[in-house]
């Protein structure tokens, strides 16, 4: 079955960076399109980043533009997220997710699965 599993999440200070991962297994990573979410206590899932199937194209919410950098390596079944100049309101769970290939890229409904998520959390 679909399997998504993040890892590097932490505690880091305000203006840090952090490197998330997103190994995957039980379906054809170089075929579907790949996103990364993020969930605040209280608030909705948001989309932050999103990557085509052979990472030609990338797309990101306004708010993490110019410091957030998402890429894919198809050989390792992995997605990434560069998280470069964090903010205390990046602090969030965040989650990787793996397209359905026909949605829009940036809708939560548009991704069948997701992984357990990883806590990122940035102090002042």
């Known amino acids: 079955q679909v399997q998504l599993v993040e890892s590097g999440g932490g505690l880091v200070q305000a203006g840090g960076s952090l490197r998330l991962s997103c190994t995957t297994s039980g379906f054809t990573f170089s075929s579907y399109p790949m996103g990364w979410f993020r969930q605040a206590p209280g608030k909705e899932r948001e989309f932050v980043a999103g990557i085509s199937s052979f990472g030609s194209s990338t797309n990101y919410a306004e708010s993490v533009k110019g410091r957030f950098t998402i890429s894919r390596d198809n050989a390792k079944k992995a997605v990434y997220l560069q998280m470069n100049s964090l903010k205390p309101e990046d602090t969030a769970v965040y989650y990787c997710?793996?397209?359905?290939?026909?949605?829009?890229?940036?809708?939560?409904?548009?991704?069948?699965?997701w992984g357990q998520g990883t806590q990122v959390t940035v102090s002042s």
């Open positions: 997710a793996k397209h359905n290939s026909v949605g829009s890229s940036n809708a939560v409904g548009s991704y069948p699965s």
